[in-house]
């Protein structure tokens, strides 16, 4: 399938270009995951600053919300808004995030009223170097007051569904439904084919370890879990000695699922 894609930022063909989500500042915003929802697209940013050096001299900042209401016309015309969720490092909700998805189109088909929040998958710290994957929502109705400030986000527990009201950081009896932290990801789901009682919950992320050669899957039934071991999914020929398409000092990562291309 052969696509065309077009490129845009921000001040083209100036001598001042800039990032087309731009925050002013000389912090950058590095995209995680989108939805359309009635009629407007929404893409949740997170904020990243220089620290230390060489290729991953950056660390986080905070989370931002931007809503494009024209997003069909040319992106040079989008009228984008910004709306700062949180800040701070740990925790980033918005590693991937579901909407209107899975049977009848409620993700968490265990409250009937499911449908009506946007599920964010959060990276969430347990200390020192452990990572580990928790489930936040958002009221669909309450995304034009998105800031977690604002008291409409809750968090998955295993008391069910609580309001998070702790600043920028996950209660400590927040779910861990996957117990590694992608910091971008993809979840969606895939209905159920011929032979199946119910559809599929798909991850596609990049391995957690460092420098790993190869991109992960795994799989449920639930979005909240439980999560199949994940396993191998793709290894990157240009980390592979063995292969001819062997390039050294590349790496690779940020492995998606991509539907739209399919």
């Known amino acids: 399938q052969c696509t065309m894609q077009q490129y845009y930022w921000s001040s083209m063909y100036t001598s001042t270009p800039k990032s087309f989500f731009d925050t002013g500042t000389t912090d950058w915003f590095w995209p995680l995951d989108g939805f359309i929802w009635n009629g407007k697209l929404y893409v949740m940013l997170e904020q990243m600053h220089a620290q230390g050096s060489g290729a991953f001299g950056f660390a986080y900042t905070g989370v931002s919300l931007v809503t494009i209401p024209n997003y069909t016309a040319s992106p040079d015309q ?3 808004n910004y709306q700062t969720i949180l800040t701070g490092n740990t925790a980033i909700p918005g590693t991937s995030i579901v909407v209107g998805q899975g049977a009848n189109g409620n993700p968490y088909p265990a409250d009937p009223n499911g ?3 946007a599920y964010f998958f959060t990276y969430g710290t347990a200390g020192g170097s452990s990572n580990y994957t928790a489930l936040t929502r958002l009221p669909l109705a309450n995304l034009a007051q998105a800031a977690q400030s604002a008291g409409h986000w809750q968090y ?5 569904w609580t309001a998070w009201t702790t600043a920028a950081v996950l209660p400590a009896d927040a779910t861990h439904i996957m117990d590694v932290g992608p910091t971008e990801f993809t979840v969606r789901y895939h209905s159920a084919t011929a032979g199946q009682s119910s559809g599929d919950w798909l991850a596609v992320m990049p391995s957690t370890v460092y420098l790993d050669k190869s991109g992960l899957y795994s799989l449920s039934t639930s979005i909240n879990g439980p999560w199949s071991t994940p396993a191998t999914l793709y290894s990157y020929p240009e980390m592979q000695s063995s292969s001819p398409d062997y390039t050294p000092n590349v790496f690779c990562y940020a ?6 291309l399919e």
């Open 255 to 260: 492995d998606k699922e991509h539907p739209e």
């Open 156 to 160: 998955l527990s295993s008391s069910g």
């Open 78 to 80: 989008w009228q984008v």
């Open 115 to 117: 449908a009506a929040y």
